[in-house]
């Protein structure tokens, strides 16, 4: 399923739906950063997806890691709560969905980065790095927070 991103765009559709999401935020010894490149947006992105039913958060975090890139995780923190009423995503069926994406911290446990049906490269980026990709301002932003190491989590 396609999707387009719509950031402080005035003539965005209007929402239909809120979402439970996740994004996760994880480093490997070398401090670099684990992205994909989205199927559905070509964009680069940390992992994450939608929760399902019976799911802890937490869970939804780990499982969505797994799926898109071959990694095993472990859930250590909260980068930030992201929920910008200004940014939402539109979905080729007719859903668009208000940002409501809780990021978490996590530490690697094993696995090889590999794609999946969602992401067509999963990779380990060096912060200096980023700048050369494709990547939506609302991503990035919790991409930046991240690797900021914040004391508190943003909440916005």
């Not at 975090?61 to 797994?66: D, K, S």
């Not at 990709?133 to 508190?152: A, C, E, N, Q, W």
């Amino acid at each position: 399923m396609a999707r387009i991103e719509h950031f402080n765009d005035p003539a965005a559709p209007k929402p239909n739906s809120i979402v439970p999401a996740v994004t996760v935020h994880v480093q490997d010894a070398d401090g670099r950063v684990l992205l994909i490149r989205r199927t559905d947006n070509g964009l680069w992105a940390l992992p994450g997806g939608a929760q399902e039913f019976g799911e802890y958060i937490a869970e939804t975090a780990v499982r969505e890691t797994l799926e898109e890139t071959g990694v095993t995780v472990e859930v250590t923190g909260l980068v930030g709560i992201y929920t910008n009423p200004r940014h939402v995503v539109e979905f080729s069926d007719g859903e668009v969905r208000q940002q409501f994406s809780i990021c978490f911290r996590a530490r690697y446990v094993s696995g090889d980065p590999t794609p999946s049906d969602e992401s067509s490269a999963v990779a380990w980026v060096e912060r200096a790095a980023l700048d050369d990709l494709s990547i939506h301002p609302s991503m990035r932003l919790r991409i930046d927070h991240g690797l900021d190491h914040r004391v508190k989590p943003y909440i916005g």
